[in-house]
């Protein structure tokens, strides 16, 4: 019998796809070894007499993901489908992706690193309570005043090491001061020193990712004023993370209000073996483009419409 015959490779991948059979038992059927059976199935693919496809809803977003992965080098991209949802909707979504994708990750006696924001705060919302043995969690920037305080950097590592039963420490100072000197002089303080240091030193950093010009937290908070926005849009800035701001070649060092935020710096965290970023909107999608670009974040959790924005940005 020959089994690069297309009835035969055609029965035999009928026998293996339809009946559930395995090459084994197909094998002994036609007195032959396995390797001649798993070679006519192979035949029969590569002539198009079987064709495989995966079907499920989720599938388009598993290739956006293995798109961006493999574009722009990550670790690793969750895309959640997000299609007729309302934004709240949306942000429960990727709260509950990025927290499903820590919870795998987490182990005991880590030392986490959080961010502040709107995003980063629906992720913390859904993460489940779990018990890990000596896990500490450390903001990375200041946050201090009475505007949205259940996003600043102090409240949401509090909450999350509270359901992981572990520790936090506080930085107990604005994100954003008034100038240089006032920042210089406040972490002198021994304490403000300690847990930047602690910042700098952690296993995975939280962060959430933001586009000055467009929904502003920071704006809305009142940590930008006038002459600050108008810094940053003479400077080119595309984005934000962790209130440090980037411009489209990936400087920060020439934008004096990065001089002002007490936290720890895009430099820093590019040091820190894992970054993930969660952040949606088709407003941020340049900023994603380019902090991705430059290395600064390691896995990415965004939406659908997102997703495929950036799939079709040009490289810079």
Known sequence: ?????????????????????????????????????????????????????????????????????QRYGLKEVIVVSTENLSEEMIMRSLGKAMASYVNSIVKNEMKIGVSWGKTLASFVEEFPFERKESIHVIPLIGGMGRNKVEVHANQLANRLAHKLGGTCTYLYAPAIVGSKDLKDRLIDSEDLVEVLEEGRNVDVAFVGIGNPYIDSTMTDIGYLEEEDIAEIKASGVVGDINSQFFDSSGTTTHLSINDRVIGVGLTDLKNIEEVICIGHGTHKVESIHLAASFNFIDVLITDERTAKQLTKLKDF
């Open 1 to 69: 019998m020959r089994f690069d015959d297309r009835r035969v490779m055609t029965k035999i991948a009928s026998l293996y796809y339809f009946d559930g059979w395995t090459q084994a038992k197909i094998a002994k059927k036609y007195g032959v070894s396995r390797p001649v059976i798993s070679k006519a199935l192979q035949r029969a693919k590569d002539e198009g007499i079987v064709e495989i496809y995966i079907k499920d809803e989720s599938v388009h977003t598993v290739k956006l993901e293995q798109e961006l992965e």
